[in-house]
């Protein structure tokens, strides 16, 4: 540790002394700066600028999370400066020697270009120059990628996504050392490397490029920032607007299932307009919307310092900003991204493409104090104009805590395409998903949730099945499990009918449609209520399900209320099941144990889960406690002794081991025309290993008990241990704020205003 | 936290002012206690002794962690008073209302005892005093405990262990108080309540007392604690040497199958020479240790105070400060005990007993500085004089960080039953069981072993089948899957023979051996080894087993090699698992996926896993590797193509779901007289969520190969992927450290000194 802060020390003088020497000879260095620029555009002006150069130069030993940040860059850089530049030629996928050589120049250059600009020591330009040399020198040789797996195969890598990946940050690169080349340098590259390049993710891929999808707005960017730096109308129409006058056919689709382009939408500015909502929520999910993130806000902050004339942080009502925050809102206490949709968990806030996401946010939106705390946690800052902006907020004490409340996120291009709403309080958290498809990532599940205490799961969303870029499973790719397993709406806690996923697991279908927001309420701190309705999922079946995070005196903890009102014109099986986690501790039903395991169907997901249990639900009330990371988890939900209960666990038909065998409880009821799956679940409690004493082990709940269920009302009347019981009433439909509400249940009349009541 | 600050600071400045006030009038007050005890010995004298209390006084409000501790204890005292005093009618098992309330007070007697010696406030003493009473007012109106369940049943506690329990703390506050009573009140407590309540632990129950088990521990400090107070030459002989003149019949046997006095051993002194081996290793294992240790250390500190003369630290050459110095050694990185035999997970040197080991091993033994730093780590001291020592040495910066080497603990009275061997380099950690059975809570396997890195199981021991004291779970107590499982051969990383528990699984039989040390190297830092032979466990079969942690510089960490030399008169079938944590990554066999999962066997712990795959090995090398918690490990075993694998996972006959669905590779070998298993499993890498990189994901081994495997000798060649080879040889006999060996091995001669050759 001391030696670490030693080191710091002394780098920060070296830092001082280079400087000071710099600032004594500026005028002269100014002066090869403007002989150089004479007759070209001024030079860094992408996302550093030159006068934030000046600025970040004028600061520097003074700021010290920017000053750590370009000391840990600073010590990446030199390392491989001394180790000497690899240009291989390519042959692997994600997770293979050169893919993983060729992603570490894209960012090495990035950073090499950035030093050059800051420490205006030009062995970082010369490495820079030496390394795009060795690709121009590559490029002109290379044909298509040997890996055959993609759709749109790339040169330096298997997929054009990854070679766009390439550009995105090469062209900052570039830009840093621009002046420092020649212009018979800078025609060489731009000619044999960058031209070709650019033309080859775009003109020469369209089913790649011109789309509404994640993978090409890496595209629409990278031909975007190349653009900028070369100042090329025509690429940045390309990357503005999609390839001029080509259309793709409307039902072509991708690997993974997606429409390659429906409408005919392509470029950046519809990548903007199509997948984000109002709110600011990014169709495919969280995961992949930190993905897409870091082309969206560099190119965006480019436009921004070259053309801003363009007002893109504006455009849309200003949704990139407004995405950040809706990102930062989709994640767990722990920064984790909720995995919606296709998304691999533990990713988080901490990744790169957030901290840039948080300084861009900080700096061109309205400074906000709590993403300084974010930034602080991220233990680094860009080394630009808006990292400087965050360290020098971090350095006067501006920051704040992000306070993560409940929110709702409304989905679609117009925000009336569902969404997807967050229940907060204390440590719970609820995310519950009535959003649209989502693109090719969508999974089929409508109306699902997951729940959180303090960053751990507690239901859990399975997420993708994939080990992104861990070469032995897959290559790092999706698995096939992710559409026989991780997409299919019985690995999500929601409804199943007759064992087979909304939209018959077809995503035609599933694009169609989307669930509406019946209510959402979060005024009171008591009591955060999401309400959503699903018309579509299975023809002839509405589907109504309203959950509440209730914060009650009689209980430790909050817990969570769960109404699902199915209503069907036909009798059908519906499955309903609860993905916990940990050891069974308890249940008040009874059951038999197989002597063998076997799968509990044959498709649509039901082949990938072991019946481990089986039995007849209690009456009235079936009762299941688990244990799990010393905390005590109760679910309380409302059967039939018609109903059944199956224990089941993921894991069977998997030959690869590729899904984790986690538990699941399924209830499940057969020939039901209408059927209100009534739910409370408790997290309670502690166990200490350390000494051994389990404290509050037990639920709280005595009962509980639909006392209405209508069109309009249902009625749930919850009893805690102690006997205090309290009635919540939620509106199945007019369910306006200011909408008042006279009913009489069982001779006690009940009237309120709103969505809800609850006493 | 600065509330906390400022609270301390007021509570420590409020401590000033009333031990200002208290020595002002010390003489006053101390003319009332030379009144009261004339004629008694000094109290108190057991744990705080009066010398102590000085000192504390004297110092308080200047000792941080002692100040802290103190703090934390009367918030704690000052709570259950406010709350009033609850002594119920006995009723419950562990985890019920009345055992848990039973449990508190004793632990809150124990503690307002100190607080009232040591700020001399006499709320306290009324307090101990009153709840005292009310014991009196129901102990003698109570029968045995309700609950059956016992061998020994208690009459506060379903079983006279926790009697004991109650007993050993409670003495303590009586001793505290002793003085503030009357004798009047003192008689009334003797005669009612502490008298019969230690005959009723002793004389009535002897099968509970008279034995060499951990529970007669408690029981004999228990009777020998309130013996020191009461000033009870008989009740202290009691303690001391067992019931007089009392032999229980020599084949009688507990719950738990352990046989009750075979040798008609008995007492504290026997509970010390018996278990504890000479370098302090306790036969039960670390987590009975912990829990023994208690009593052991508190009664001996009394022995200490109060009869000088025995030199109870002195005993058998100083073996209960030793066996402190053991159990710390017996913990991975975070500090959790290793679960050899019968031991819970979790369970850590942060529980209580063991705040008690540290201080008395710092206070009475050699002040080692080490201990200091586990002190600070547990953030609380005793409020005794050991406690005071600590808190002095931690004020007076003497702390060192505590250093956990590779070990070698001798097992049996002599130290001539096995052991428990642990090699450790940077942050692996390999524990290798050859001990002896272990008494009641001993597992049957010989020669297994668990593997840690930096404190996470990589591969695990099963520990016990029990969730202590979580009622729901079996009332918290042992579940008869700890039988049909944990304490099979299976269920650990050893060989099981035709599918047969070593000893055939019976304890009279296990009983009978133990395991012998080979030879055990830990002078070389970066090749240390344990190696040792079983000929007992199935008669027939030599197993001779020899593992090492391997530091070389071809690998990026240290690996472990295992070399498992298996000879039997017949030819047997041997079954050879690992039972590792997390997801499969790669295989280099073949196998097939059942469609439905069928349990291994029928008995002897196989009933418990399923075959979720099976196939042959690979010829020469079989590859397996797997991925957990971020990190990447792998497998190499030598194999032949006759060889068979078995992916197995607990769980089957498991109805309760008590069992973890834990994982395990199982290498089968039949009809084999011969087998000599090696292995290798290197930790390797590194995976991040949040960059999505994988690091050195791949086994650095290219092959293993037994290049002579003899009686003699067995010599062991690695390959690395870079083509650098090693060998290994070690000494199967004579493997002294100083003698010479030269062998030839495929034309080459090998020279060296000692047990074992690695170059």
Known sequence: MRKNITFRVVFIFILFVMLSCKNESTTSSEKISETKTEGTQQHPKLILTAQGVKDIRAQLGTIPIFDKSLEAVKKEVDAEIEAGIDVPIP??????????????????????????????????????????????????????????????RGKLFWQCLNDSNWLVYVSQAYDCIYNYLTEEERNKLETNLFRPFADHISVDSPQFYQRVHNHSTWGNSAVGMIGLVMDDEELINRALYGIKDLKLAANKKDDDGGFLNKDGKAGFLANIEEPFSPDGYYNEGPYYQRYAMYPFLVFAEALHNVKPELKIFEYKEGVLLKSINALLNLSDADGDFFPLNDGQKGMSYYTNALVTAVDVSYHFGEQDPGLLSIAKEQDKVLLDDSGLAVALGIKNGKEKPFAKKSINLSDGPEGKQGGVGILRNENLELVFKYAAQGSSHGHYDKLSYSLYENGEEVIQDYGLSRFVNIEQKGGGNYLKENKTWAKQTIAHNTVTQNETSHFTGKYDIGSLHHSDLNYFSSDNEMVQVVSAIEKNAYPGTIMLRTMAIIKDEDFEKPYMLDIMKVTSATANQYDFPFYYFGQVLQTNFEYNSPKTLKPLGSKNGYQHLYVEGSGKASKDNTKFSWFNNNKFYSL??????????????IGANDPEFNLRRDPALILRTKNSKKRTFVSVIESHGSYSPVSESAINSNSSIKSIKTI?????????????????????????????KQKKHNITINGKNYEWSGSYYFN
């Open 91 to 152: 042959k692997d996928y994600s997770g293979g020697y050169t893919h993983v050589v060729h992603k570490k120049n894209w960012f090495i250059l990035q950073k090499a270009g950035l030093l050059y600009q800051i420490l205006d020591d030009e062995k970082y330009a010369k490495y820079v120059k030496d390394m795009l040399m060795e690709y121009e020198a590559l490029y002109k040789t290379l044909p298509l990628h040997p890996k055959t797996r993609s759709y749109a």
């Open 708 to 736: 209405l269920d209508t069109e309009d009302y249902t009625a749930i009347e919850i009893t805690n241990v102690n006997g205090s019981a309290k009635l919540f009433i939620t509106s199945n439909r007019n369910a306006l």
């Open 636 to 649: 309380t939900t409302e059967t039939t002794s018609k109903d059944e209960i199956v224990l089941a666990r």
